[in-house]
Structures are given as C-alpha cells and as structure tokens.
C-alpha cells in the first residue's frame, strides 16, 4: 500500500534549536501486562511465562524518557478509567511528568498484554485493548495546555479512532497558531494498515517531524528499502527520522538521508518501548539544542538501555 506525498515546505523543523519552556505529548496511558516466555507458545496447553503488570502506552512512555534523559518539565495529556487513574498518576509524577489526565467515566484504563520471545532478539507481540486512552476527544483539549509549552508530540495512537482524530485536529491547529513544533510517532504498522496510507498522511499534514519505524516508514511509502522510505517521507514531512532498531536510525530532510546514526550495542530483555524511549530522548536533545543526528543518537543510547529492562519505562530515580 502506498500513499501520494505531497511536497512539503518546512516550518519549525527548520528552527530546531535549545527552546525555552516544557515538552507537552498527548497520548496513550495503558497498563502492560508483560509475559517474558521461553521459545514458542503451546497452543492448547501451559507455556511457562515470568509475567509483570507495569504502567505503560506509548504517549507515557515517552513522557517518561523524555524526562529521564534531561528534560526539565514534561506534561502529559491522556485518558485513563477510573480504577487505575491514581496508580497512572502517581507512577508519572515519580518519573517526573506532570500528569494531566482525564478519567474516563465509563471505559476502563486501556490494556496491552506483551508476548515476549526471551530469546535473542526479545521481540515483542502486542494484544491490545485500547480502553478509555483512545476515547481523547477534543473537549479535553484547551488551548491552556500550551502555556509554557516549547514542544508538543503526539502519539500515532491517537489517529486509530474517531474521537482522538478528532483531538489531534485541534491540537495541532491551536499548535500551529502559537508557532509550537509538533512531532508524531506513526505508533503501529498494523493500525496503519487499518487507517490507510492516504489518510494517514493526510492527518499529518503540518507535522514538523515524524518518527517512524521502519516497517512504518517503508509501509507509508511502498518502498522495501528503509533509507529511500525515509527520504521519500521527508518530501511531505520537513524532518524524518526512522527508528532501525539493530540497525540504529536514518535522519532524512528535503527528499534525502542526511544521517546514518549507529545503534548502541546492546544486550535485549524485552524490547517494548524501545522506540518510546528513542523519540523521548530525542526530543529532550533537540529541546536542549541538539541538531537532529546528535538528538537521534541520543535516541539510539536511550534505546538500548530500554531493552536491557523488562517495561517500557526508564529506572525511576531512587
């Protein structure tokens, strides 16, 4: 599936420099239910599992590294249901994010459960009930988020369903008018497929950096080869930069890679939130005044201390 890109004209990726003010995301707050199994699964029987409920969604996790790796005020923005709301709250505020969410009066706290191969790789699959953190909708937003904000990212969650489609409108408009940089992480290559590439790209429109992986970048594009995925993408979008896990990250600006960053060797427990960790690491860089091939390998260091833990979140100081 390939989508049509548009030529774009940059904006505030053009700007990048040390910003004064917080870093805000809007995102997915779910609780992960992680099973770390030793080779295949036994369907019909037991498969012995060493199991660990964590906080977890992509928007948090993010949140949270980004706070870990130097940033100096990180908000968040989401929804969670009512029975794990002050759990959710408490564990951001201890890795230091102000938690800004909205408890869902109906819908309980999304749940992801994550197989993971304890082999080599330690490759993750991910069963996902998204709960109350898809039902974001524009009546939670207010433009007051933004007071003090330098920074706002949005998690790609937040386009696989009407009500936070709908958020994500509003909240890149109001972005716009007060000339804060947005960045978005396309999320899940499966969703992806769902939504379509067209629409996709046409909810985009006005991001300044997109963070994709490559299965997500070469899916946006048609393209097998991570490299001219990532440079076709960065013609609609002013900056791209594609996570390549092993193979560390690709930064392509005006229709070209102008960075090959090298991945941190690394030695794998459980892979989820290796990609939270490298967007919120680069964003913490950029905000401090990284350009964007030092911030990506900042992203590439975070990474690899993500998938040495089991979780998606960065060791909370002690």
């Not at 999304?110 to 996902?128: H, K, Q």
């Not at 988020?145 to 958020?167: E, M, N, T």
């Not at 978005?184 to 997109?210: K, Q, T």
Request: hydrophobic fraction near 45%.
């Amino acid at each position: 599936m390939s989508g049509t890109l548009p030529d774009g004209s940059g904006s505030g990726a053009d700007a990048l420099g040390a910003r004064d003010g917080a870093l805000l995301v809007v995102g997915d707050v779910v609780t992960d239910v992680i099973a770390r199994h030793e080779g295949p699964l036994a369907s019909g029987t037991d498969t012995a599992a060493a199991i660990r409920t964590v906080p977890g969604g992509a928007g948090a996790n993010v949140a949270c590294w980004a706070a870990h790796r130097g940033c100096d005020e990180v908000r968040l923005l989401g929804r969670v249901g009512a029975e794990a709301a002050e759990w959710h709250e408490r564990e951001l505020s201890a890795s230091g994010v102000e938690p800004c969410l909205v408890v869902d009066p109906e819908a309980p706290t999304g749940t992801v459960i994550c197989l993971v191969d304890a082999g080599a790789d330690a490759e993750r699959t991910f069963l996902t009930d998204s709960g109350a953190s898809l039902r974001l909708e524009p009546g939670d937003w207010s433009d007051a988020l933004l007071d003090g904000v330098a920074w706002l990212h949005l998690s790609g969650y937040l386009l696989f369903s009407a009500p936070s489609r709908a958020l994500v409108t509003v909240a890149l408009a109001s972005a716009r008018a007060r000339g804060v940089p947005v960045s978005l992480d396309p999320a899940s290559a499966g969703f992806l497929v769902e939504l379509g590439v067209d629409r996709f790209l046409a909810l985009v429109e006005g991001v300044d950096v997109l963070l994709p992986s490559r299965d997500e970048a070469c899916l946006l594009t048609g393209l097998p080869d991570a490299a001219d995925a990532a440079a076709k993408l960065s013609r609609h979008v002013p900056l791209v930069v594609a996570k390549q896990g092993a193979d560390g990250a690709l930064v392509a600006r005006s229709g070209a890679v102008s960075a090959h960053v090298p991945a941190v060797p690394a030695a794998p427990r459980d892979t989820t939130g290796a990609g939270d960790a490298f967007t919120g690491a680069f964003l913490a860089a950029l905000l401090a005044g990284a350009g964007p091939q030092e911030a990506a390998l900042e992203g590439c260091r975070a990474g690899a201390l993500a998938v040495e833990r089991v979780g998606g979140r960065p060791q909370k100081a002690r």
